[in-house]
């Protein structure tokens, strides 16, 4: 069975500083995705970045990159200069996409909290 | 624009009563989903759909019921037999090959 663990339940970051959210997951599948969204105090969740599991080279989506270790199977999320909107929950998330059935499993999340 | 609505956006249910969420997308995406998402919790799969009649359980299908009559909806109802029903619901949706969802902005639903 898959699982994510997000060890760090809050984090905290000054403005314009780099910030590392930490995420493992475990799977006996070859093939796999991993996902990490951002969940505001609105509720919405918004799709943030993509890594698969047999891309050779670490994801980038502007200030966000996925530090992508296979064999420590960590896909670590960094955000450089850190803004105050950047404040929200953010959760790691993995697909199997061997099952072909589109379904994710979440980690438990980390609240980040931006300083001015 | 095109993207997921889910209504209403907050729901009072009372004890023994069934309730109906709200979940419609113009995005033309196959594969639907719901999950339910506790207080400082990560999303857990309810149910999805990956095309229209079809239908599967995820990890916590037990008290609730959905349908898939039209490619554009995926309605979830919250029986009586689910006890402890209080949380966020999301609905998401997901194109053939892509990778992040879509999702709806939720339904916060209450046992009153």
């Known amino acids: 069975a898959q699982k994510i663990t997000q060890t760090q339940p809050g984090m905290f970051v000054q403005e314009k500083e780099a910030v590392t959210l930490d995420c493992t997951y475990d799977?006996?599948?070859?093939?796999?995705?991993l996902f990490w969204y951002k969940q505001p105090s609105s509720g919405e969740m918004i799709f943030l970045i993509y890594?698969?599991?047999?891309?050779?080279q670490n994801a980038t989506e502007g200030r966000y990159s996925l530090n992508f270790q296979k064999a420590r199977k960590s896909a670590n999320l960094v955000i450089s200069a850190s803004q105050l909107g950047d404040s929200a929950m953010y959760f790691c998330?993995?697909?199997?996409?061997?099952?072909?059935?589109?379904?994710?499993?979440f980690g438990d999340g980390t609240t980040l909290t931006v300083k001015p | 624009d095109g993207g997921i609505t889910q209504s209403p956006k907050y729901l009072f249910r009372k004890e023994g009563q069934n309730v109906t969420l709200s979940c419609e997308q113009n995005?033309?995406?196959?594969?639907m989903y719901w999950y339910r998402q506790d207080p400082g919790q990560g999303l857990r799969l309810i149910y999805y759909?990956?095309?229209?009649?079809?239908?599967q359980k995820g990890d916590i299908a037990e008290g609730y019921s959905v349908s898939r009559e039209k490619k554009e909806s995926f309605p979830l109802t919250v029986t009586s037999a689910q006890k402890n029903p209080t949380a966020f619901y999301l609905c998401?949706?997901?194109?053939?090959?892509?990778?992040?969802?879509?999702f709806g902005s939720g339904t916060r639903l209450t046992v009153v």
């Open positions: 890594q698969g599991s047999y891309d050779q």
């Open positions: 799977t006996s599948d070859p093939s796999y995705g």
């Open positions: 759909s990956q095309i229209v009649n079809d239908f």
């Open positions: 998401a949706s997901n194109p053939p090959g892509g990778y992040g969802y879509t």
């Open positions: 995005l033309n995406h196959d594969a």
């Open positions: 998330a993995m697909r199997e996409t061997s099952t072909n059935a589109g379904k994710s499993t």
